[in-house]
């Protein structure tokens, strides 16, 4: 009998991803699973959804999930974690839910470094609620609220959230990957499991923020939404980490 080379993760359920084709939500709530899987937290787990694309994330991964009204992730999560401090406890939430109603949550998540680990998903414009222009919406990038592309002179230059958070004492672990090719997943992968480590060890509040594609709202192919991504928004959204607390940053 062949020894299987790849399983699906146990930190999955069975239930189908509603996903539009060529999403990268799905590879994200994969390498988010197998981390906690590796780890050996799932049951222990508490995961906390937002409102957004990945709002039925509840119905995806295999540990107890609790919904939080738009933004307040961040919130829900520290009552979850201060009630609990032995659970490990995270928020999943995208650029329009973290960075626009959401700012002051995530920063002041940070600012008391609450032990809790945020992914951020950005893809650049708000996807659940029809394609509006995000606060990461790039400079022309056209939007159903910017339809003839995003003007720094209307709303400003795109936020750069790590950069921002990287400049509070208790974000001790924040990063930038993508999921546009392999390579770059497996690098996904390795920041995901560090942010929950800096997690399991007390250290403070640790954050990744994941560039992703959404073909349907950006109006291209799967194919060509990763492509994309690596030309339009690796220029302007670095990747790299920016704060470790390895490095005593």
């Given amino acids: ?15 189908q991803f509603h996903y539009c ?3 990268t939500h799905g590879i994200i709530h ?6 906690l ?12 959804a937002p409102v957004g694309c990945s709002v039925l994330a509840y119905d995806y991964f295999n540990c107890d999930m609790h919904e939080a009204a738009h933004g307040r992730a961040p919130a829900v999560a520290t009552g979850i974690k201060r009630v609990r401090p032995d659970n490990t406890v995270f928020t999943y939430q995208g650029d329009g ?7 002051a949550e995530i920063v002041h998540v940070a600012l ?21 222009m995000a606060p990461t919406t790039l400079i022309g990038q056209k939007a159903t609220t910017s339809p003839y592309g995003r003007s ?6 795109p936020l750069r959230v790590c950069e921002m958070l990287a400049t509070i004492d208790g974000a001790v672990f924040v990063e930038r990957v993508s999921v546009h090719d392999v390579p770059h997943i497996r690098k996904a992968k390795k920041a ?25 709202n950006w109006g291209i192919t799967p194919v060509d939404s990763l492509a994309w991504l690596k030309d339009n928004m690796l220029p302007y959204f670095p990747l790299g980490n920016f704060r470790t607390p390895e490095e005593g940053k």
């Fill in 1 to 15: 009998m062949a020894t299987p080379v790849f399983e699906k993760t146990k930190g999955l359920t069975d239930k």
């Fill in 21 to 23: 084709p060529g999403c």
């Fill in 30 to 35: 994969r390498l988010v699973a197998e981390v």
């Fill in 37 to 48: 899987e590796e780890l050996g937290v799932t049951g222990e787990t508490i995961g906390v």
């Fill in 97 to 103: 839910d973290l960075a626009a109603i959401g700012t």
């Fill in 112 to 132: 008391r470094a609450e032990k809790i680990t945020t992914i951020f998903v950005n893809n650049a414009i708000y996807g659940m609620t029809g394609g509006q």
């Fill in 152 to 157: 720094e002179a209307d709303t400003g230059k």
């Fill in 192 to 216: 995901i499991k560090k942010a929950f480590e800096v997690q399991l060890r007390g250290e403070g509040f640790a954050l990744v923020e994941v560039l992703s594609t959404c073909p349907t």
